[in-house]
């Protein structure tokens, strides 16, 4: 799809078909993690797919956001990979994990298929019902599947700061 397409057709999906999802697409949107650009090339991504009834079960222990999706991924940083800066102690494992996830949504969008970030959850109820280590640090659950028909974009979605709102020239 085209890139702006991708971009401008893109919203949170919270009402999901009950189709699964390729595992052709799976794989290209993980395959998508590995171009992503991380801070000293940390490379700090671990990543766990739902997909199964088990799985998914599981994540609505974790989040009441599932929305019927057939896929939700766990993005985490590995703290361990962490890159730190030794100037001011700055550590980048957010930073990173937030474009991973971004690069995970975008391509899912390519590949027509719809998404929807998740930060409604607790790190400790993750760490109880999914048997992680400690040093994977979740900093977001995606969504992924077909939207239904009736799904529409919510009214945050069209509200929307003007360019002029939020840039300031230098
Ligand atoms: C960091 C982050 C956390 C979010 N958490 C949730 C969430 O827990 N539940 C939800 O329904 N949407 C969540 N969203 C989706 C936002 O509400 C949504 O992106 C925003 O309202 C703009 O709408 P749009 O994505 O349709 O353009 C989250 C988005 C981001 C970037």
């Avoid at 290209?28 to 700090?44: G, H, W």
């Avoid at 390519?110 to 929807?116: A, F, I, Q, R, V």
Wanted: with cysteine.
């Amino acid at each position: 799809m085209e890139f702006d397409k991708v971009l401008s057709e893109r919203f949170s999906v919270r009402e999901y078909k009950d189709i699964p999802v390729e595992e052709e697409k799976i794989q290209a949107i993980l395959d998508a993690v590995r171009l992503a650009p991380t801070a000293k090339n940390s490379q700090p991504q671990k990543i766990y797919v739902a997909k199964t009834k088990e799985a998914l079960e599981k994540v609505d222990l974790v989040t009441p956001n599932r929305f019927g999706a057939p896929v939700a991924m766990l993005i985490c940083g590995d703290s361990e990979k962490a890159c730190i800066l030794k100037s001011n102690g700055r550590n980048f494992l957010e930073v990173d994990a937030t474009i991973i996830q971004t690069y995970m949504m975008l391509k899912a969008g390519d590949l027509g298929l719809s998404t929807c970030w998740i930060g409604r959850y607790t790190n400790d109820k993750v760490y109880e019902v999914f048997n992680i280590p400690k040093n994977y640090i979740p900093y977001g659950i995606l969504l992924v599947g077909y939207k239904s028909d009736s799904a529409v974009p919510s009214n945050m979605h069209l509200s929307r700061l003007e360019v002029e709102d939020f840039t300031v020239t230098l």
